[in-house]
């Protein structure tokens, strides 16, 4: 019962920016989006998260449409060590929530 | 910079032996995580835990135990190793409030053979 929707794979020119999109459309009023990175052979990355203004962070922005059943996370200049896979998840903003990780997005950046 | 560690990169056990795996997080996080992380299954949640001497169930529990005796400290524990549990185990901690910025170890690569 997945409540993200990611497409599997995308790929992205070193130097463009590579525009991760993310679909949420039975998120409720209290959920937050975050967004986290896993590089191959290492763990999880937090990345930015927001509730439904656009976020920016020296990593990455983070925009979310009015109605907030989406979101695009942009890295605005891809390096090839952005190749990794990103998760888009949403969660109550409570101290005792935990992150439930999908199958996110594998990103590919080519020189 | 936060720092999780976890005690092996890569470990060899027989089926039925008692595996510990540890993590220390350096931030005094208030909150600990173990997940395992298998192809095709993403990651799932093993247990968690709050505060010190504390412990709750995840999606995934069967199988382990866990105890964190101090805040820094949070360990894993296979009472009788199996095939099934080969996997990658992965240690997170998170600061107490409401927003979920959890940091992650390296992960250790567990093998039972």
């Known amino acids: 019962d997945a409540k993200t929707t990611q497409p599997p794979s995308m790929d992205c020119a070193e130097g463009r920016a590579a525009n991760l999109p993310c679909n949420h459309s039975?998120?409720?009023?209290?959920?937050?989006v975050y967004w986290y990175r896993q590089i191959h052979s290492q763990g999880p990355q937090y990345i930015i998260h927001?509730?439904?203004n656009n976020e920016t962070n020296e990593m990455a922005s983070l925009i979310i449409t009015e109605d907030r059943k989406s979101s695009t996370l942009i890295l605005p200049h891809a390096t090839l060590r952005d190749t990794a896979v990103y998760y888009c998840?949403?969660?109550?903003?409570?101290?005792?929530?935990?992150?439930?990780f999908g199958k996110g997005t594998m990103l590919l950046v080519s020189p | 910079d936060v720092k999780v560690t976890q005690s092996s990169r890569y470990l060899v056990k027989r089926t039925g032996e008692k595996v510990f795996l540890e993590c220390v997080q350096d931030?005094?996080?208030?909150?600990m995580f173990w997940y395992r992380q298998d192809p095709g299954l993403g990651l799932r949640l093993i247990y968690f835990?709050?505060?010190?001497?504390?412990?709750e169930k995840g999606d995934i529990p069967e199988g382990y135990s866990v105890s964190r005796e101090k805040k820094e400290r949070f360990s894993l524990i296979l009472e009788s190793a199996s095939t099934n549990q080969t996997s990658m185990y992965l240690c997170?901690?998170?600061?107490?409030?409401?927003?979920?910025?959890?940091?992650f170890g390296p992960g250790t690569r567990l093998t039972v053979l």
């Open positions: 997170a901690s998170r600061p107490g409030g409401g927003t979920d910025t959890q940091y």
């Open positions: 039975t998120i409720s009023g209290n959920e937050y």
């Open positions: 927001g509730l439904k």
């Open positions: 998840i949403v969660r109550p903003n409570s101290g005792y929530s935990t992150l439930t």
């Open positions: 931030m005094d996080h208030e909150n």
């Open positions: 835990s709050y505060d010190v001497k504390m412990k």
